[in-house]
T-cell receptor
Framework: KQEVTQIPAALSVPEGENLVLNCSFTDSAIYNLQWFRQDPGKGLTSLLLIQSSQREQTSGRLNASLDKSSGRSTLYIAASQPGDSATYLCAVNNYGQNFVFGPGTRLSVLP | GAVVSQHPSRVICKSGTSVKIECRSLDFQATTMFWYRQFPKQSLMLMATSNEGSKATYEQGVEKDKFLINHASLTLSTLTVTSAHPEDSSFYIC???????????????FGPGTRLTVL
């Protein structure tokens, strides 16, 4: 059974810092991995989707890497801003199956 | 891009009533949709897998007689919470699976969620 963990559970940083969020999964036979952002009381915003054949994806200040063999992914946020404050969720799925979500990392970027 | 809608976005009801939540794929056909729920300060957990034209598959611990799922068309799945109680208060999110033309892709799109509050 696939299990997803995320470290740290919470993170508070001053504005401008670069930061890394970590995600681990137990079954490396994934189809893809996706990073989401969730603001309080809101739905999911998809940030980056990495197919199993890819090593990384980039979008603006965000960069996500995938090491499928070791069951790890990282989300790198450059030059963090207060508007980046949210919960970041990592999720993986096997072909045709549901996504399995991690518990999330709650990020606070202080002005 | 592909869009999945949910209706309603928010519902408040009295204990004992039933609530229906709709999940629609707006520009693609979805033979499979997934229903998740998220309790406060927790992550999303799969409740059930909804397949068009067949019975839904429920995760362990989810009562199929309480959470009725109907996937009667390729663009609509409904989740009915029957005799809702305060402990059913949660954020319910669906996702729809887009296989493209003849299985050329496998992408899932998430709906915006429905917040259910049972008084």
């Amino acid at each position: 059974k696939q299990e997803v963990t995320q470290i740290p559970a919470a993170l508070s940083v001053p504005e401008g810092e670069n930061l890394v969020l970590n995600c681990s999964f137990t079954d490396s036979a994934i189809y893809n991995l996706q990073w989401f952002r969730q603001d309080p009381g809101k739905g999911l915003t998809s940030l980056l989707l990495i197919q199993s054949s890819q090593r990384e994806q980039t979008s603006g200040r965000l960069n996500a890497s995938l090491d499928k063999s070791s069951g790890r992914s990282t989300l790198y946020i450059a030059a963090s801003q207060p508007g980046d404050s949210a919960t970041y969720l990592c999720a993986v799925n096997n072909y045709g199956q549901n996504f399995v979500f991690g518990p999330g990392t709650r990020l606070s970027v202080l002005p | 891009g592909a869009v999945v809608s949910q209706h309603p976005s928010r519902v408040i009801c009295k204990s004992g009533t039933s609530v229906k939540i709709e999940c629609r794929s707006l520009d693609f056909q979805a033979t499979t949709m997934f229903w998740y729920r998220q309790f406060p300060k927790q992550s999303l957990m799969l409740m059930a897998t909804s397949n068009e034209g067949s019975k839904a598959t429920y995760e362990q611990g989810v009562e199929k007689d309480k959470f009725l799922i109907n996937h009667a068309s390729l663009t609509l799945s409904t989740l009915t919470v029957t005799s809702a109680h305060p402990e059913d208060s949660s954020f319910y999110i669906c996702s729809a699976r887009d296989l493209g033309l003849a299985g050329s892709k496998d992408t899932q799109y998430f709906g915006p969620g429905t917040r259910l509050t049972v008084l």
